[in-house]
């Protein structure tokens, strides 16, 4: 069993930045592939963020390529979502989400509770 939590969301100005972090209770952090998903009111959950267990490979929706950044700290055992050049569009909770081995836009196994991004026009 792997236990998520994540932190960082908040509301923003459209224009700013926020970075979410999701913290993992394993210690097999490093053998998992780990991916970030959104949910706004009233649409379904759609893939945002995807990072290899390694770090070495990443993968983007195109809603957000050129402004989100994946990364990890396998040590911290944390995983993070750079989120800059923010718009109302973006507003949602903010999941994360773990799966051993390759990295996945649909399929995982273990989900955090969320974190809720506002962002203001």
């Known amino acids: 069993q792997v236990h998520l939590v994540e932190s960082g969301g908040g509301l923003v100005q459209a224009g700013g930045s926020l970075r979410l972090s999701c913290a993992a209770s394993?210690?097999?952090?490093?053998?998992?592939?780990m991916g970030w998903f959104r949910q706004a009111p009233g649409k379904e959950r759609e893939f945002v963020a995807a990072?290899?267990?390694?770090?070495?490979?990443?993968y983007y929706a195109d809603s957000v390529k050129g402004r989100f950044t994946i990364s990890r700290d396998n040590a911290k055992r944390t995983v993070y979502l750079q989120m800059n050049s923010l718009k109302p569009e973006d507003t949602a909770v903010y999941y994360c989400?773990?799966?051993?081995?390759?990295?996945?836009?649909?399929?995982?196994?273990?989900w955090g509770q969320g974190t809720q991004v506002t962002v203001s026009s």
């Open positions: 394993t210690r097999t952090f490093s053998s998992y592939a």
């Open positions: 989400a773990a799966v051993q081995g390759r990295p996945s836009t649909y399929d995982y196994d273990y």
């Open positions: 990072i290899s267990w390694s770090g070495g490979s990443t």
